[in-house]
C-alpha cells in the first residue's frame, strides 16, 4: 500500500488540488451572478428555464467545492452579491442582451466548465476530488446537450461553415 492509498479524504490535498479548486469557486461564483443578470434579459421562456438550470447547478457545485476547501483549512474566495429580479420591460431595448445572444454566452460558459473540470481530473491525486469534477462534467454535458437541442430549435445557433465533401457531390 502505498503513502495515499486510505481514505481519500484523510489525504491533504496537493497544491494544485487546492488552487483548482479554489479557482474553480472563484470562477463559478462569477458566472453564477452573470447568468442572473441574463436572466433578467431573456424573453424566451425556455431560456429562462435554461438560465435556472445553469443557475441552480452552479450553486450546488459551489457549496460542494466551499464544503471541500472548509474541511481541508482552506479559504474562501469573495461571493460578489445575488443579483436581483428584474423586469424585461424595464430594460431598454438597445441596452438588452438578446435571447439568441444569452444562449451563446450560456453554450460558451458550460464549454468552459466542462474544459475546466477535465482539468481538474487529470491534476487530482485524491479520488473523491477528480470524482467530484467527474461528476460535475457528466452533469455539464448533459446539460450542453439539452442546450444545444435548443439553441437548434430556436434557431438561434450559428454553424462554422459547412464542410461539403467533393466525392458526394459527383
Wanted: hydrophobic letters at 40%; one cysteine or more.
Amino acid at each position: 500500500m502505498g503513502i495515499l492509498s486510505g481514505n481519500p479524504k484523510d489525504e491533504p490535498m496537493h497544491y494544485g488540488e487546492v488552487y483548482g479548486v479554489w479557482a474553480a469557486v472563484h470562477a463559478m461564483k462569477g458566472m453564477v451572478v452573470g447568468h442572473q443578470t441574463l436572466r433578467n434579459h431573456a424573453g424566451d421562456q425556455d431560456l429562462i428555464k435554461f438560465m435556472d438550470e445553469a443557475i441552480d447547478m452552479g450553486k450546488q457545485h459551489i457549496q460542494e467545492m466551499e464544503t471541500l476547501l472548509k474541511e481541508n483549512g482552506v479559504g474562501l474566495p469573495p461571493t460578489p452579491p445575488e443579483r436581483p429580479k428584474a423586469e424585461l420591460e424595464d430594460i431598454p431595448t438597445g441596452a438588452r442582451a438578446m435571447d439568441p445572444e444569452i444562449a451563446a454566452t450560456l453554450s460558451a460558459d458550460t464549454a468552459a466548465g466542462l474544459v475546466t473540470c477535465s482539468q481538474a481530473m487529470g491534476q487530482c491525486i485524491r479520488e473523491d476530488i477528480a470524482s467530484m469534477f467527474g461528476q460535475f462534467h457528466t452533469q455539464k454535458a448533459t446539460f450542453a446537450m439539452k442546450l444545444l437541442r435548443l439553441n437548434k430549435e430556436k434557431g438561434w445557433l450559428v454553424p462554422p461553415p459547412l464542410h461539403q465533401n467533393g466525392a458526394e457531390e459527383q
